[in-house]
Each structure stands twice: as C-alpha cells, then as structure tokens.
Nanobody, 114 residues
Framework: QVQLVESGGGLVQAGGSLRLSCAAS??????MGWYRQAPGKQRELVAV???????TYADSVKGRFTISRDNAKNMVYLQMNNLKPEDTAVYYC??????????WGQGTQVTVSS
C-alpha cells in the first residue's frame, strides 16, 4: 500500500501563488499528477508528469501552473501562480505505479478570493 500526504493548500488572493507538495511513502511510479474537484463539479485533471519528466496540463492552467517531481524524495509538486477564483477546489495528488495501481491523497483545499 502507498500513502500519499499532501500539503501546501490554503487561502490566497487572486493573482497570488501557492505550492502544493505530495510525499509518497515509497517509490516506483510511472505517472504522478494533480487533480482537483470544485463543489458540485467532477474531479478533473490539472497536470500530470511521467517518469521521464514530460508534463501535460489542463488548458485552464497552462502558463500558470508547473508540475515537477523529485524521484529521489518520492515527491511531486505543483507550483500555482496567478491564481484565479475559479481555481478554488480540493486538490488531490495521484500516482500510478509501474503495475498500473492508482493511489490518491486525502486532498488539500485551495481557496482563491477575488
């Protein structure tokens, strides 16, 4: 079993920045990523990064968010700049093992005030 612990969420004004971190209890992952779920909406992909470091972003966050990973530390990060009120959501860390097992973090709240 893999444990994922997220941190870095909080309340920020529009235009501000936050950095989310996710620590995994062990390594051996292919993709690592972040999803978010706003009230009344479905969970959606924000960004994902593969083991080679290639990243994919949702159109709504391109140019504002940057995903990165540190394989030595079993960490994945999401740097969020120029935050907008519509970015308000619970953000979830997601990892996929080399055996295609999927794990989720408990979620961290991000609230952007206008």
């Amino acid at each position: 079993q893999v444990q994922l612990v997220e941190s870095g969420g909080g309340l920020v004004q529009a235009g501000g920045s936050l950095r989310l971190s996710c620590a995994a209890s062990r390594s051996i992952f292919s993709n690592m990523g972040w999803y978010r779920q706003a009230p009344g909406k479905q969970r959606e992909l924000v960004a994902v990064i593969n083991s080679g470091g290639s990243a994919t972003y949702a159109d709504s966050v391109k140019g504002r968010f940057t995903i990165s990973r540190d394989n030595a530390k079993n960490m994945v990060y999401l740097q969020m700049n120029n935050l907008k009120p519509e970015d308000t959501a619970v953000y979830y860390c997601n990892v996929v093992s080399l055996y295609s097992q999927i794990y989720w973090g408990q979620g961290t709240q991000v609230t952007v005030s206008s």
